[in-house]
């Protein structure tokens, strides 16, 4: 192994809360890259030094060396940035697919969502800007809201605004020069997908992929008029409430179609067009303090152990 970064699925699964579970005793980590250093005699298809990342979810990352079939592994072009390669596997392919497989969007069009700075929300923001999307990117107010806003803009985001911001009326004059979301992405949960909901166009689609808010997605449960409101929003708007795993698109569309999307990606990747998130590379002997890390709110940059 190489490289394999920290993700909240990596600490889910260690909680028991994750949709894989593996058999005990297992090895953490979910994603990363490696090289190849040897290959059995029956192997084609794969040589020493190529670079491999894994098929699927609980292939467990978080080690030197390794012995995998040749099934549990996908290779990749060794010419992107070692970053790049370590965190290709999960955040940028649940990007792409949540921008092209939910609504047929053109360019021009907007795109809302939440947890902007997450791995996802960054890969979202790339991605989107390639194929000539514009994003409203949700985050939540910090004391280096200013610096996150600033590097967001750089990835290519269009609007940042802060969970409050979010709330107050004057939002929508947001899309008096821009068209209404036809897309959110939810990562959150709890209010702040009940806004994501109110600001889409009719007809929209709101995909989620996440919880972080550990809060349900709710469209109302009062009778209050303002919660009726939001109700109203599913029947008079005809809006649509859709899930999103990786691990389940990728059962149902197979392994060569996972190759392809991979290789989509890594030609953004070569074209500049799309960049790693944030990493702190620490040695994988200090993982206690990169799993600490990863668990801290606001913290921006991804962990990223290496061997």
């Not at 467990?60 to 965190?87: H, M, N, R, Y």
């Not at 999103?244 to 996972?258: A, C, I, M, N, T």
Request: net charge neutral; charged share 20%; with cysteine.
């Amino acid at each position: 192994m190489l490289a394999a970064p920290i993700n909240p699925s990596d600490i889910n699964m260690i909680q028991g809360n994750y949709g894989i579970l593996p058999k005990l005793p297992a090895v953490g980590g979910n994603e990363g890259v490696g090289q190849v250093v040897a290959v059995g005699s029956s192997v084609t298809g794969l040589k020493p030094g190529d670079w491999v990342i894994p098929a699927n979810a609980g292939l467990g990352t978080w080690q030197t060396e390794a012995v995998f079939s040749k099934e549990a592994l996908i290779e990749i072009p060794s010419d992107i940035p070692l970053q790049s390669a370590a965190t290709l596997s999960v955040n940028p392919c649940t990007a792409y697919r949540m921008l092209v497989d939910f609504e047929q969007l053109q360019p021009g069009d907007s795109v809302i969502q939440n947890a902007s700075n997450s791995g996802v929300g960054q890969a979202v923001i790339q991605i989107a800007a390639a194929l000539g999307l514009r994003t409203v990117n949700v985050v939540r107010d910090r004391p280096d809201i200013q610096k996150l806003t600033s590097r967001l803009k750089d990835l290519g985001a269009e609007h940042v605004i802060t969970e409050e911001e979010l709330r107050k009326p004057e939002t929508k004059n947001l899309f008096k020069d821009m068209p209404q979301p036809r897309l959110a992405l939810n990562c959150v949960g709890g209010k702040s997908s009940t806004e994501l909901l109110r600001h889409l166009a009719p007809g929209g689609t709101m995909v989620t992929y996440g919880g972080m808010a550990k809060q349900p997605v709710t469209a109302s449960v009062s009778p209050s008029m303002f919660l009726l409101c939001r109700q109203s929003l599913l029947i008079f708007k005809d809006l649509k409430l859709r899930g999103f795993w990786l691990s389940q698109w990728k059962k149902y569309h197979g392994s060569d179609e996972f190759k392809r999307l991979i290789l989509t990606l890594c030609d953004l990747i070569r074209q500049g067009q799309l960049t790693a998130p944030a990493c702190t590379e620490v040695p994988l002997q200090d993982y206690q303090r990169a799993l600490g890390a990863s668990m801290e709110p606001f913290v921006s940059s991804k962990q990223i152990l290496t061997m």
